[in-house]
């Protein structure tokens, strides 16, 4: 394999932390997870190869970072699709269904678990075997037969423990009802890309999307459902802003017939596949391609890795970007904080960022079962904010209302049909289309603070 980055480069300590960000913060921030928020630095040279104070070689302050996607046919993706292909069945019947639906595949298999309430009348094989058709799994050599594979149903009522402290059973006006459980959750933007997400996550996000298209399109007819793509961008740390410099790495593992060669791959891959992804701007002599580099990928889908919702959350996310509380989406009506309450984070970094007030910019959302009020609000501009960080949360929390109720109505996210089935598959963040809700910046009322 191709050595990379030969000359060993000293990496310093994380950022300094600027006082007035982190003075208050509500909880502590292990090493690890101050250095996910802020890349390191690399130390600069001069170009005449000594450092020289007051004048940096800028392409030397680059620092290289990665993300992943898998596609719709991975089997984790997959049964993320059949999750919410079942929340979207209940709540096109009933807005108020509760639901925590799990699925798993292996060999032959599909599985449907969980706990749901529900006046909807649910096919719930049909669901699974209508969400693997429309995939591409439809015979056993592709990785799964949609019409003959063995479907089992486990569903049972949400705990009435839960139903009591939430939702009353049914019984609380939105302003009161509560979390359906604790956890923390995370929203975040960067001004590096028009999505404002970042460059690394949507490159490897669209070309996973991409190769669906064009296995659906017959472009490339040796193409089978399952894949995972995988970028690895140089940036440059911009006083705490991302800028892409560009692609160092793009990785593309697929699934394809017994016909197709591995040179044959790697042509119809650059040129149907990165081409009309990554712009020219970020590639060039020196990046490195990847394409199929195991030599073969025929055996996939859940024929080849067994499948579970929610194992793919950075991938859902941020690409790494960020952070995460830990909690996955797929499967979940709007009263698991899990996902609402990572949505609303999502539209209060975005609108910060896109109304000027930071170039990136991380928001923690915090909650306890059955509590309304979330127990904490932090925002974090990494040093970018044109206003202190306590005036943006301040913003924050003006301008978005975080009780799980109040979400769902500002949201809309009662609705079903095929809403949140588009979301499990292709990132939930960044997407152009009037379903994610999520994506519309909303405007800030902000009055500034008297000196």
């Not at 208050?24 to 170009?47: G, W």
């Not at 298999?109 to 749901?116: R, Y």
């Not at 060669?261 to 002599?285: F, G, M, Q, R, S």
Request: net charge neutral; with cysteine; charged share 25%.
């Amino acid at each position: 394999m191709r050595a990379i980055n030969r000359r060993r480069e000293r990496i310093p300590e994380a950022t300094p932390v600027q006082n007035h960000t982190r003075r208050t913060l509500p909880f502590s921030l292990s090493r690890s997870f101050v250095r996910s928020l802020y890349p390191p630095r690399i130390k600069a040279r001069s170009r005449s190869g000594g450092r020289r104070r007051g004048q940096i070689e800028m392409a030397a302050e680059t620092f290289l970072f990665t993300s992943e996607s898998v596609n719709e046919g991975h089997p984790d993706k997959l049964c993320d699709q059949v999750s919410d292909a079942v929340l979207d069945a209940c709540l096109a019947q009933d807005p108020d269904s509760k639901v925590a639906c799990e699925t798993c595949t292996k060999t032959n298999m599909v599985m449907v678990f969980g706990e749901i309430t529900t006046k909807a009348t649910v096919d719930y094989e049909k669901i699974v075997r209508d969400t693997c058709r429309g995939i591409g799994f439809v015979s056993d050599d592709v990785g799964l037969d949609a019409d003959r594979c063995k479907v089992l149903v486990n569903i049972e009522q949400q705990s009435p423990d839960i139903a009591q402290g939430v939702h009353g059973h049914f019984t609380k006006r939105p302003e009161e009802i509560g979390a359906g459980d604790q956890g923390h959750m995370f929203g975040y933007a960067t001004d590096e890309t028009p999505e404002l997400m970042p460059l690394s996550h949507v490159l490897a996000t669209k070309l996973g999307a991409r190769l669906t298209e064009v296995r659906k399109n017959g472009t490339c007819a040796w193409l089978r459902p399952d894949g995972k793509t995988q970028v690895t961008v140089e940036y440059l740390n911009d006083a705490g802003a991302m800028v892409p410099v560009r692609v160092h790495t793009v990785l593309i593992s697929t699934q394809h017939d017994e016909t197709v060669t591995n040179d044959e791959i790697a042509a119809d891959l650059k040129e149907h596949v990165i081409k009309p992804v990554i712009p020219d701007k970020y590639l060039d002599e020196k990046t490195i391609f990847h394409l199929n580099p195991s030599g073969r990928f025929v055996i996939g889908g859940p024929h080849g890795d067994a499948g579970l919702t929610g194992r793919k959350i950075i991938i859902d996310t941020y690409g790494g970007w960020g952070a995460h509380g830990g909690g996955a989406f797929s499967g979940k009506d709007p009263t698991k904080v899990d996902r609402s309450g990572a949505y609303i984070a999502r539209q209060a970094a975005k609108s910060i960022v896109a109304s000027g007030f930071a170039r990136r910019c991380i928001v923690q959302v915090s909650y306890a079962i059955g509590v309304p009020e979330p127990l904490s609000v932090f925002v974090d501009s990494y040093g970018t904010g044109k206003i202190p960080d306590k005036e943006i949360l301040k913003i924050v929390k003006e301008n978005f209302d975080f009780r799980p109720g109040m979400m769902t109505i500002n949201l809309d996210l009662k609705r079903g049909g095929n809403r949140f089935i588009k979301t499990a598959a292709y990132g939930h963040f960044g997407r152009e289309d009037p379903d994610f809700t999520w994506e519309v910046v909303k405007p800030l009322k902000y009055e500034k603070a008297s000196s």
